[in-house]
DNA sequence: AGTCCACCTGCTCATCTGAGCAGAAGGAGC
DNA sequence: GCTCCTTCTGCTCAGATGAGCAGGTGGACT
């Protein structure tokens, strides 16, 4: 394609797109045939021109999902636009809203949902509609409660989860990281704890998010890690947190020690369940996005378009 | 429109733009009619929620032009696009691109055509091709020859648009700004420079740019004025220059006297000619181009897509 | 110069799409 | 409960568009 056959598809573009002008008005404006017209369209579409998006903050990018199911080997992929988004919390409201979505509309409804908790979780429950499902059943997948600063984030997060659904919810009452290996073995002996483990072990899908391994931490903020805890984490390889448990960028757990005295699901566990859904957004999260889908801790992930580019990029 | 319908108009808006579906095929996924989609589709792009840029170096905005034309009274507008602008260097290659490629399409061709001089012009003469025009003679209508501090400049300009368009230049062997009003009027006695006046007051289409004032301004840069000139010239209102005369918001001349000691044709001369072509650009300009455009000194706008919507806000 | 080949052009035809219309549905008011 | 009015729905039909094809054009190579 020359440069004037360039200059003239911009010129046809310009009077298709922002005129509305028909092909063939086009080929008399500019002295072609309406073929020709129709081609120089498809050329610059082609080229790259054109550049059509999707303004709104329920509009998803249906191409980059399709890249991530067959480059990615997932098994469903979710897109939320970052177009004409004001700053992170509206990425992070537009994905959360984008998880409680695919909650609503997934075949079949699952008896039994295994969630994790945190910022992230919190918000999907918020977005969830009364009646999203009916006769849910929520189970926490890791420990946590009530150490957050915040107190009850964690069981709002699952109590919501469920009510809206119409179900019961079964909280884990531990916290998400034991000092002592004693104390965490103990306290998975338990006999409530140990049925609620078995529950969550049973559970048909799990809905978790990931963590960045930084100060701005939840397990910081709860008080169950130091910030100089989190640095020797990173140190070690860390890239962030899946239900308590800190995994490097190939998904191995960085620190078997401390993994030992986080009470909930394993990793491999959740590698093994036939329905993962990962809520995961924002640019802190995109090292532990990476290691989270390369390892296949996820069957179905939902996230935010730059981050779903950085998937695809690496 | 409810919060549904919007909602299905995303989905269908996806599937039609990024999937490249047929509103059938939609209609049966989202299992809706095609005249449901149709809609749809209708809707959302009425709504503004469908946004289709044309991103090239070339692209222009022509329902912006539409609008300076109708509601400023323009004889004509080109509005460059902003779309993946780099920065104000390539805003300016851009505008002075598209003024080059409107003198290459004028039509009557001009036999003489005054210009002035200045960063934009001189692009402008570096944009036009050899060849653009056959016998087009360039006179200046303003003076500053020799003292601008990289030499040749205004001459170069005049010159190169001249032999690209296979006609003579004449310049104007005066400076811009003369200390003394008597200097002024016995250099616009000599007989030469007399000519030139005359020759540059018959020209059938004149070509200049604007600046802006504050401390960048050309006219510091070569010396006729000092910051603090400028900075006077501000308290009294002046918002730029054009040909070298200082205007303020509604277009009068801020400083009579100085106006007094400049040479070239004046600011209500340009605005009798049938065909006066300004050339501005960027965000410094905003104010200076408003003035243009509200006094009527140019029939004819080329510009970029920002000043043109803050010409438009207004 | 002749031949071949790739590309381009203008066309036919099938499909897609938007305008306009008649009837149905859903509310508001009586 | 009934009527009227607005809005919505599914349709017809004509215009717009894209795929595919035959013929033509121009350049490269022999």
């Known amino acids: 394609m020359d440069e004037t056959d360039e200059l003239l598809s911009i010129r046809a573009a310009e009077l298709y797109y922002e005129e509305n002008?028909?092909?063939?008005?086009?080929?008399?404006?500019?002295?072609?045939?309406?073929?020709?017209?129709?081609?120089?369209?498809?050329?610059?579409?082609?080229?790259?021109?054109?550049?059509?998006?999707?303004?709104?903050?329920?509009?998803?990018?249906l191409p980059i999902e399709r890249?991530?199911?067959?480059?990615?080997?997932?098994?469903?992929?979710?897109?939320?636009?970052?177009?004409?988004?004001?700053?992170?919390?509206?990425l992070q409201a537009r994905t959360a809203q984008a998880a409680a979505d695919y909650l609503t509309a997934l075949r079949p409804v699952p008896r039994t949902l295994g969630v994790s908790w945190g910022r992230t979780l919190y918000e999907i429950s918020q977005h969830l509609r009364n009646g999203w499902a009916t006769g849910v059943n929520v189970v926490q997948i890791n420990g946590g409660v009530s150490l957050n600063r915040r107190p009850g984030t964690a069981a709002a997060t699952a109590v919501g989860i469920a009510q809206k659904g119409g179900g019961q919810a079964t909280l884990l009452p531990?916290?998400?990281?034991?000092?002592?290996?004693?104390?965490?073995?103990?306290?998975?002996?338990?006999?409530?704890?140990?049925?609620?483990?078995?529950?969550?072990?049973?559970?048909?899908?799990?809905?978790?998010?990931?963590?960045?391994?930084?100060?701005?931490?939840?397990?910081?903020?709860?008080?169950?890690?130091?910030?100089?805890d989190v640095e020797l984490l990173v140190a070690k390889g860390a890239v962030g947190d899946v239900v308590g448990r800190y995994l490097d960028s190939d998904g191995n757990i960085v620190d078997p020690a401390l993994d030992a005295r986080t009470v909930g699901l394993t990793l491999d566990e959740l590698r093994e369940a036939p329905l993962a859904i990962a809520v995961i957004a924002g640019q802190a999260k995109h090292p532990v996005a990476d290691a989270v889908v390369r390892s296949g801790l996820c069957t179905v992930l939902v996230t935010d378009e730059a981050t779903a580019l950085h998937l695809l990029d690496g």
């Open 174 to 228: 531990s916290p998400a990281i034991l000092e002592r290996l004693e104390t965490k073995q103990a306290i998975e002996s338990d006999r409530v704890v140990a049925g609620v483990i078995e529950l969550a072990r049973s559970a048909d899908a799990y809905l978790f998010s990931a963590g960045a391994a930084d100060e701005s931490s939840v397990h910081v903020e709860s008080g169950y890690l130091s910030v100089s």
């Open 21 to 61: 002008k028909t092909q063939d008005e086009i080929g008399q404006a500019l002295r072609l045939t309406r073929w020709k017209v129709g081609r120089l369209l498809a050329q610059a579409k082609q080229r790259g021109f054109i550049r059509i998006e999707i303004l709104h903050p329920r509009a998803r990018r």
């Open 67 to 90: 890249r991530l199911r067959e480059e990615r080997g997932l098994a469903d992929a979710i897109v939320v636009s970052s177009a004409g988004v004001a700053g992170p919390e509206e």
